[in-house]
T-cell receptor, first 115, second 109 residues
Framework: GAVVSQHPSWVICKSGTSVKIECRSL??????MFWYRQFPKQSLMLMAT?????????EQGVEKDKFLINHASLTLSTLTVTSAHPEDSSFYIC???????????FGSGTQLSVL | GQNIDQPTEMTATEGAIVQINCTYQ??????LFWYQQHAGEAPTFLSY??LDGLEEKGRFSSFLSRSKGYSYLLLKELQMKDSASYLC??????????WGAGTKLIIKP
C-alpha cells in the first residue's frame, strides 16, 4: 500500500524554539495532506489541511501564525511549530489521501516535548 | 520489519456483536490504539491498551495480549451508525505509530 513518511518521530526542544515536522508521500502524489494533533487518550484533532501550491486551510481555533504549513511539492508538506511552548507538547500526525476513493494513509507521528 | 494486520472488510447485522482482530509486530511496544473513522472525517479515538486484558467502555470493548501480539475491538448491540472504518495502531519503542490499513465495517439492517 501507499506509504507516508513522517519525521522526526520525536523531538525535545527548549521553549521559544521552532520545530519543523516533515510529511512525505513516498510512492504517490498528494495534492492534499492533513495535519492532526493528539493529546493523551484523546481523539486526533484536525489542525489544518495542506494544499499543494496554495495556502493551507486551518481549523477554527488553530493559530496559523504559530503552526506554519508549507506544501511546496506534490510529495512533501511541512508543519513548523514556531516559538514552541510547553502547552504545544503533543503528538502530531499527518495523513494523505491516495487513489480514487481517497483512502487516508497516515504518517507514524511526531512526539513533541517542549521543555 | 514492523507490521499491523487487520481484516479489510467485515459485515454484521444491526443489533448483533462483531469482533475486529488486529495482530502486530513492532520493535518494542508502548500500547495499542483503536480509532473509528467515518468517511471524510478525522479518526476518533476509541481505546488505548498497554496492559493485557479487556477494557470495556459502553458498547465497545478492547482486548490486548502482549505475548501474542494480538488485540481485538468488540462492538456490541450494533447500530447503523457504527458503519465505519476501524483502525488499529501500535506505538513502538520509539513512540512511532504503526498503522493498520483499517477494517471497513458494514452494518446491515
Amino acid at each position: 500500500g501507499a506509504v507516508v513518511s513522517q519525521h522526526p518521530s520525536w523531538v525535545i526542544c527548549k521553549s521559544g524554539t521552532s520545530v519543523k515536522i516533515e510529511c512525505r508521500s513516498l510512492d504517490f502524489q498528494a495534492t492534499t495532506m492533513f495535519w492532526y494533533r493528539q493529546f493523551p487518550k484523546q481523539s486526533l484533532m484536525l489542525m489544518a489541511t495542506s494544499n499543494e501550491g496554495s495556502k493551507a486551510t486551518y481549523e477554527q481555533g488553530v493559530e496559523k501564525d504559530k503552526f506554519l504549513i508549507n506544501h511546496a511539492s506534490l510529495t512533501l508538506s511541512t508543519l513548523t511549530v514556531t516559538s514552541a511552548h510547553p502547552e504545544d507538547s503533543s503528538f502530531y500526525i499527518c495523513s494523505a489521501p491516495q487513489g480514487d476513493n481517497e483512502k487516508l494513509f497516515f504518517g507514524s507521528g511526531t512526539q513533541l516535548s517542549v521543555l | 520489519g514492523q507490521n499491523i494486520d487487520q481484516p479489510t472488510e467485515m459485515t454484521a447485522t444491526e443489533g448483533a456483536i462483531v469482533q475486529i482482530n488486529c495482530t502486530y509486530q513492532t520493535s518494542g511496544f508502548n500500547g495499542l490504539f483503536w480509532y473509528q473513522q467515518h468517511a471524510g472525517e478525522a479518526p476518533t479515538f476509541l481505546s488505548y491498551n498497554v496492559l493485557d486484558g479487556l477494557e470495556e467502555k459502553g458498547r465497545f470493548s478492547s482486548f490486548l495480549s502482549r505475548s501474542k501480539g494480538y488485540s481485538y475491538l468488540l462492538l456490541k448491540e450494533l447500530q447503523m451508525k457504527d458503519s465505519a472504518s476501524y483502525l488499529c495502531a501500535a506505538l513502538d519503542s520509539n513512540y512511532q505509530l504503526i498503522w493498520g490499513a483499517g477494517t471497513k465495517l458494514i452494518i446491515k439492517p
